[in-house]
């Protein structure tokens, strides 16, 4: 098993930021494939925010691009997300793929950290 936890949420006011992380952590030697971010607003289903692979490549929504970057530091990921809008409201979940002992691979998902936009 692979915890995900995830820090950063918070209530800001439209065009603020704010910068979410996760920390991934087991007590099995593990690997992480891919790591990153989904989001899901009340009534809707979990959408895809960005994700980071092993091999660098990073996959975003549209809505990200240009708005929020998608960092990795080994077993850690991070969102720095600007310019924020009411749109932006919503839970955000850090998710990993990762390789557990050699042998499982499984997708992880954190509780998730609530990120709130208004005026």
């Known amino acids: 098993q692979v915890q995900l936890v995830e820090s950063g949420g918070g209530l800001v006011q439209p065009g603020e930021s704010l910068r979410l992380s996760c920390a991934a952590s087991s007590g099995n030697i593990f690997r992480i494939k891919v790591m990153g971010w989904y989001r899901q607003a009340p009534g809707k289903e979990r959408e895809l925010v960005a994700v980071?692979?092993?091999?660098?490549s990073t996959r975003s929504a549209y809505f990200a691009e240009g708005r929020f970057t998608i960092s990795r530091d080994k077993n850690a990921v991070y969102l720095q997300m600007n310019s924020l809008r009411p749109g932006d409201t919503a839970v955000y979940h850090c998710?990993?793929?990762?390789?557990?002992?050699?042998?499982?691979?499984?997708?992880?998902w954190g509780q998730g950290t609530q990120v709130t936009v208004a005026s």
């Open positions: 998710y990993a793929r990762a390789v557990v002992a050699g042998i499982h691979e499984n997708d992880y």
């Open positions: 980071n692979s092993d091999d660098g």
